[in-house]
């Protein structure tokens, strides 16, 4: 299974809503990432956890939160989120975090629109 | 951090030869070249990547200049399913820093 899966496809959301994102991998990778991509932009990376431990957060405002629960799931929690953020929201995963020699696994991403 | 230049658009007829080029002038000794496409609002699908030598997979090929500041990308035989934006990334201590891509069009 060579599968990162995300949930929801798409999300409607106002900015006094609180809602999550979610991710799932059974590959058995310890690292995870969320990205974020405006349209017709590319992917800008969010945060990075490596063995369920957050290890970069690129400077993302508090608004985001994520959370890794397990080696398998992680969360991307919203809250007052601003229409800015609307923007389609990919998860990653690959074997270890730091090694530049092995493939990140893309999901299809979560179209999130903040009305 | 290392960055990538990429023509913003090309075109290829299909069942010819697709060759992207990259450029990564700034590239450090240990760090890999990346390329992965992405068709129209979907997840980024991994292509291939290399270090010094020249690589190929079931997908592409992906050549690296012996002075590794260039790349070039070959879909051998490109169809219409290959018309998609295709990034050259540098992997930066584990980090894929994505530049802003090639939009190839694959035309009949």
Redesign the interface.
């Known amino acids: 299974d060579t599968e990162?899966t995300q949930t929801p496809k798409h999300l409607v959301m106002g900015m006094t809503n609180k809602k999550s994102l979610k991710c799932e991998q059974h590959m058995g990778h310890r690292?995870m990432y969320w990205y974020k991509q405006k349209a017709k932009k590319?992917?800008?990376?969010m945060f990075?956890y490596s063995y369920e431990k957050l290890s970069?957060n690129e400077s993302v405002p508090s608004r985001f939160s994520p959370e890794c629960p397990n080696s398998s799931l992680l969360n991307l929690h919203l809250h007052a989120l601003q229409p800015e953020d609307s923007a389609?929201y990919?998860c990653?995963s690959?074997q270890?975090?730091?090694?530049?020699?092995d493939?990140?696994?893309?999901?299809?991403?979560t179209?999130l629109t903040v009305l | 951090d290392a960055k990538t230049t990429q023509p913003p658009s090309m075109d290829c007829a299909e069942g010819r030869a697709a060759n992207l080029p990259c450029n990564h002038s700034t590239i450090s000794g240990n760090e890999y070249v990346y390329w992965y496409r992405q068709i129209h609002s979907q997840g980024p699908q991994y292509i291939i990547h290399g270090l010094k030598n020249n690589e190929t997979n079931e997908m592409a090929s992906l050549i690296i200049t012996e002075d590794r500041k260039s790349s070039t990308l070959i879909l051998p035989h490109a169809t219409l399913r290959d018309t998609a934006v295709y990034y050259c990334i540098v992997r930066v201590r584990g980090k894929l820093i994505f530049g802003q891509g090639t939009e190839l069009s694959v035309k009949p």
Do not use: C, K
């Not at chain 1, 590319?42 to 990376?45: Q, S, V, Y």
């Open positions: 990162v690292a590319p992917p800008e990376l990075v970069i389609l990919l990653a690959s270890w975090f730091g090694s530049s020699n493939e990140q696994f893309f999901g299809p991403g179209r």
